[in-house]
């Protein structure tokens, strides 16, 4: 039983643990990051396959031509977002992966490890749309 009576508890602490009642730091921002960039990959890799497969049941050409009229219209914006999305999502992805080997849990390792995650993915999505624009691979 309670030691003290309900009316007397210390009502000014939340009931379970909930996201917004820690303060947001760099580990739990790049934490639910990684989460959402795999979700609109996914679900990029969704639309696209589901639009390659309606390809295939004939006049559908017009959904062909509607889907590139918008990503003409929004390609630099959509590049950029798509590449940045990918590569971070890499780069967190191998953190995870030395995480994975046992390397990397003190807070200075952890905190390093984001910082580089971070700038790999800035060097590696500017040298994607490098490659892209400026060389001609698209």
Same mark, same amino acid.
């Given at each position: 039983?309670?030691?003290?009576?309900?009316?007397?508890?210390?009502?000014?602490?939340?009931?379970?643990?909930?996201?917004?009642?820690?303060?947001?730091?760099?580990?739990?921002?790049? &934490?639910?990051?990684?989460?959402?960039? #795999?979700?609109?990959?996914?679900?990029?890799?969704?639309?696209?396959?589901?639009?390659?497969?309606?390809?295939?049941?004939?006049? &559908?050409?017009?959904?062909?031509? &509607?889907? #590139?009229?918008?990503?003409?219209?929004?390609?630099?914006?959509?590049?950029?977002?798509?590449?940045?999305?990918?590569?971070?999502?890499?780069?967190? #992805?191998?953190?995870?992966?030395?995480?994975?080997?046992?390397?990397?849990?003190?807070?200075?390792?952890?905190?390093?490890?984001?910082?580089?995650?971070?700038?790999?993915?800035?060097? &590696?999505?500017?040298?994607?749309?490098?490659?892209?624009?400026?060389? #001609?691979?698209?």
């Amino acid at each position: 039983t309670c030691a003290l009576p309900i009316s007397k508890m210390n009502n000014t602490r939340p009931l379970s643990p909930f996201l917004f009642s820690f303060r947001m730091h760099m580990l739990m921002l790049m &934490s639910i990051s990684h989460r959402i960039t #795999g979700i609109i990959i996914t679900s990029l890799f969704i639309i696209l396959v589901a639009c390659s497969h309606l390809s295939y049941l004939g006049d &559908s050409w017009f959904l062909w031509y &509607s889907l #590139g009229k918008i990503v003409n219209l929004l390609n630099p914006l959509i590049l950029l977002a798509v590449t940045g999305f990918t590569m971070y999502h890499f780069w967190n #992805g191998i953190r995870h992966l030395i995480w994975n080997l046992g390397w990397g849990f003190q807070l200075n390792q952890a905190y390093t490890t984001g910082y580089l995650v971070l700038a790999l993915t800035a060097l &590696s999505t500017g040298a994607c749309l490098f490659l892209v624009y400026f060389m #001609g691979f698209l």
